[in-house]
């Protein structure tokens, strides 16, 4: 039963992170490339497009000693969040500056 837990857990981060990130991506989509005359995208053409990205930028964790599973995942969970929202911050100020 634990083990299912940690599997619905991992995927319910791993999805909401997701989200995140393509709520963050369609902003900045809006902000910077709209008026250059792109057509906007829905959060779901966002996940898409930062999913490509990821996949084509992907990057080799490194190793684990034994028994630091979880500390990894929380570093790994909060290294992505504190990520996604200096770059949202980022782009807001950019933005602001722009227009």
């Known amino acids: 039963m634990g083990t299912i837990l940690v599997i619905l857990f991992s995927v319910g981060i791993f999805v909401g992170l997701s989200v995140l990130e393509g709520v963050v991506l369609q902003?900045?989509?809006?902000?910077?490339?709209?008026?250059?005359?792109?057509?906007?995208?829905n959060v779901a053409m966002a996940v898409?497009?930062?999913?490509?990205?990821?996949?084509v930028c992907h990057q080799t964790p490194r190793k684990s000693e034994d028994g630091e599973e979880i500390?990894?995942?929380l570093y790994t969970i909060t290294n992505s969040l504190i990520r996604i929202f200096i770059l949202l911050g980022f782009a807001w100020l950019v933005h602001r500056w722009y227009m």
């Open 71 to 73: 500390s990894d995942a």
């Open 48 to 55: 898409g497009i930062a999913a490509i990205i990821s996949l």
């Open 27 to 41: 902003a900045m989509w809006w902000w910077f490339l709209v008026p250059l005359g792109l057509p906007s995208i």
